[in-house]
């Protein structure tokens, strides 16, 4: 079992930065893939970033390529996301969720947190 938490949902102004945290407590924190997610209400979640156990490997949906980082530090139980070059259509509710292995389909991630929400102004 991992229970996860994000954290830094904020309201930011276009075009500006903001950093997502995911605390991880339960088992082995970097024996898990994670992945960082994003829903609107009334849509469906789709998947934002993805990085392997070790850091080492990453993927990313191509709306946010060059925009977002994703990391983690397997010391500190904790995976970010760092979002720059913010847009309105980035807000939404961010999760992030975790799995054995690196993947971008939401539907194979087993544990999940609550959500941070994230809006955008224009």
């Known amino acids: 079992q991992v229970q996860l938490v994000e954290a830094g949902g904020v309201l930011v102004q276009a075009g500006g930065s903001l950093r997502l945290s995911c605390a991880a407590s339960?088992?082995?924190?970097?024996?898990?893939?994670m992945g960082w997610f994003r829903q609107d209400p009334g849509k469906e979640r789709v998947v934002v970033a993805a990085?392997?156990?070790?850091?080492?490997?990453?993927d990313y949906e191509d709306s946010v390529k060059g925009r977002f980082t994703i990391s983690r530090d397997n010391a500190k139980n904790t995976v970010y996301l760092q979002m720059n070059s913010l847009k309105p259509e980035d807000t939404a509710v961010y999760y992030c969720?975790?799995?054995?292995?690196?993947?971008?389909?939401?539907?194979?991630?087993?544990?999940w947190g609550q959500g941070t929400q994230v809006t955008v102004s224009s």
């Open positions: 339960g088992r082995t924190f970097s024996s898990y893939a």
């Open positions: 969720a975790a799995r054995p292995r690196r993947d971008m389909n939401p539907n194979k991630y087993d544990y």
């Open positions: 990085v392997s156990w070790s850091g080492s490997g990453t």
